[in-house]
């Protein structure tokens, strides 16, 4: 599996299953809006902080529309991680899930 839906995360989110939040986008993004308990890595920074990542963990990589925490997910997977991308971005999450997130 190598996308996530917002839907199916928020199932696992709520069964308390053990995952990772990995937000990739940039300062002032997080600042507008973020997943509560998200790891935060801006996707420049992401090949040289690999480290600070477990990879037996389930990580699900997001960003603002999917594009870029796609891209991230495929890096991790390639690098051995266990990752997925949050299908449609933080963006779909406020609108399927979370209609009170700001967006942006």
């Known amino acids: 599996m190598t996308d996530m839906s917002p839907q199916d ?3 696992k989110l709520d069964r308390r299953d053990p995952l ?3 937000d990739v986008r940039e300062d002032w993004e ?3 809006c973020r ?5 935060h890595i801006p996707i420049e920074e992401i090949e040289f902080r690999t480290t600070e990542l ?3 963990d389930e990580i699900v990589v997001y960003c603002h529309h999917g594009v870029r925490s796609a891209a991230v997910a495929d ?3 390639q690098q051995g991680f266990k990752a997925v991308n949050l299908a449609g971005g933080l963006d779909y999450w ?3 899930i979370d209609p ?3 967006r942006y």
């Open 75 to 77: 890096f991790l997977r």
């Open 20 to 22: 990772v939040l990995l």
């Open 35 to 39: 997943l509560e308990n998200a790891t």
């Open 30 to 32: 997080t600042a507008l």
């Open 100 to 102: 009170k997130m700001k």
């Open 54 to 56: 477990d990879p037996t």
């Open 9 to 11: 995360l928020k199932a």
């Open 94 to 96: 406020a609108r399927a």
